[in-house]
């Protein structure tokens, strides 16, 4: 029997139903654009967005692939790890514990009608709690990126 594979894959499936880690009460403070495009469409976009912007796609989780793995299904949901290593070398010099928050996360799940929704945590909120200027600096590029990974993917067709 795979146990392990299939407790990973229940536990990832249902981390990343709950709200993929989010504290509560921290959505409402999290940019949320909802797209046009279907869900695997709105992943492809997401993708060529991060590879556009100069990012690397670090990780992508998905509790819809965790979940089928038990046998449940559930509808499309994907959390993209975002990162470079000209960020991370400018994080880890101003901060070493700062480097759990690497690599950024942006969430991408299929709405009802098929359609998707993205949502991330601004970097300034990630790295605020660190209380470095160098950090807030950085952070403060990351948001701009950020926001425009997420307006290239939503106003792509």
């Not at 709200?19 to 869900?39: E, M, S, V, Y």
């Not at 998707?116 to 950085?138: C, E, H, N, Q, W």
């Given at each position: ?8 894959a ?7 139903t ?9 959505a ?9 495009a ?19 796609l ?5 509790a ?10 559930i ?22 514990p ?5 690599p ?12 998707a ?27 701009g ?13």
């Amino acid at each position: 029997m795979r146990t392990a594979p299939v407790l990973y894959a229940l536990i990832l499936a249902v981390t990343l139903t709950a709200g993929g880690g989010l504290a509560a009460g921290d959505a409402g403070q999290n940019p949320i654009f909802r797209t046009k495009a279907p869900f695997l469409q709105a992943e492809k976009n997401l993708t060529k967005a991060i590879r556009k912007n100069k990012m690397g796609l670090v990780s992508k989780a998905s509790a819809t692939h965790g979940a089928a793995a038990i046998g449940v299904k559930i509808k499309g949901n994907r959390v993209f790890g975002v990162y470079h290593p000209r960020f991370a070398v400018r994080m880890l010099k101003a901060s070493i514990p700062a480097g759990i928050e690497a690599p950024l996360r942006i969430y991408l799940y299929e709405n009802a009608d098929g359609t998707a929704t993205i949502t991330y945590k601004k970097p300034s909120d990630v790295f605020r709690p660190y209380g470095s200027g160098d950090l807030d600096r950085m952070a403060a590029e990351l948001d701009g990126i950020l926001a425009k990974i997420v307006k290239d993917a939503v106003s792509a067709p």
